[in-house]
């Protein structure tokens, strides 16, 4: 069976609205579908690479495409999870968590998006506070980090509510123009603090692995 090879396969995280995991390709073909048809306004980037200024059609086939490159590439020093959110049995985005050199460092990063039929209900925080759960909880993470375009105003706000603190600024070039990053850091003693104020979090499948995240 596939997840004898690949345990990654049988992990889930739930939260109370949510389910996240790796999907079926129906499933992903789906994800592709939803990026297709929009995840911000098209003025607004608020990602380091804008793969989202692809035409309709090959923005969802990168989608398929990144999630396949970013399992192939997967090794216990250099891993990023991307798994589907799901709300009510479909694919509502993405949440990504990764670490490099996990093993040394236990710090991980974030990135995720949302369909924008999706936006400004909660969601992003519930999937935030579903990774962040299985990085310090599961993985034993000592640190996670995050950042968003100072115009990114909706990242930044979960950030801050999921406990992080700012960390520092960063100028990037992104459609050729300088843009500032607000840098983000939540230590384990932090997301420890927030325990009143965050939704619950069921990790299944997680002990088969640990290995593949360097733990």
Not at 65 to 79: E, I, K, V
Not at 196 to 208: H, Q
């Given at each position: 069976?596939?997840?004898?090879?690949?345990?990654?396969?049988?992990?889930?995280?739930?939260?109370?609205?949510?389910?996240?995991?790796?999907?079926?390709?129906?499933?992903?073909?789906?994800?592709?579908?939803?990026?297709?048809?929009?995840?911000?306004?098209?003025?607004?980037?608020?990602?380091?690479?804008?793969?989202?200024?692809?035409p309709p059609a090959e923005r969802a086939?990168?989608?398929?495409?990144?999630?396949?490159?970013?399992?192939?590439?997967?090794?216990?020093?250099?891993?990023?999870?991307?798994?589907?959110?799901?709300?009510?049995?479909?694919?509502?985005?993405?949440?990504?968590?990764?670490?490099?050199?996990?093993?040394?460092?236990?710090?991980?990063?974030?990135?995720?998006?949302?369909?924008?039929?999706?936006?400004?209900?909660?969601?992003?925080?519930?999937?935030?506070?579903?990774?962040?759960?299985?990085?310090?909880?599961?993985?034993?993470?000592?640190?996670?980090?995050?950042?968003?375009?100072?115009?990114?105003?909706?990242?930044?706000?979960v950030s801050r509510k999921a406990g992080?603190?700012?960390?520092?600024?960063?100028?990037?070039?992104?459609?050729?123009?300088?843009?500032?990053?607000?840098?983000?850091?939540?230590?384990?003693?932090?997301?420890?603090?927030?325990?009143?104020?965050?939704?619950?979090?069921?990790?299944?499948?997680?002990?088969?692995?640990?290995?593949?995240?360097?733990?």
């Open positions: 069976m596939l997840i004898d090879h690949w345990p990654l396969a049988g992990l889930r995280l739930t939260t109370p609205r949510l389910e996240l995991r790796l999907p079926d390709p129906e499933e992903l073909a789906e994800l592709g579908a939803l990026a297709a048809g929009g995840i911000h306004p098209p003025e607004e980037m608020p990602f380091l690479f804008p793969w989202t200024d692809l086939r990168s989608v398929l495409q990144h999630h396949w490159r970013t399992l192939g590439a997967w090794t216990p020093g250099d891993w990023s999870l991307l798994l589907t959110v799901f709300h009510e049995g479909r694919p509502v985005g993405l949440q990504d968590v990764g670490g490099k050199d996990f093993a040394v460092l236990r710090e991980v990063s974030t990135g995720s998006w949302l369909g924008r039929a999706h936006q400004g209900r909660g969601i992003g925080t519930e999937m935030r506070h579903a990774v962040l759960h299985l990085a310090f909880a599961g993985l034993g993470a000592t640190d996670a980090i995050s950042g968003a375009f100072s115009h990114n105003l909706a990242s930044q706000h992080y603190r700012p960390d520092g600024l960063a100028r990037v070039a992104v459609r050729d123009q300088p843009v500032t990053e607000q840098r983000y850091r939540l230590t384990r003693a932090e997301w420890e603090a927030t325990s009143d104020t965050r939704p619950p979090v069921t990790v299944a499948g997680l002990e088969p692995c640990l290995p593949l995240f360097g733990v």
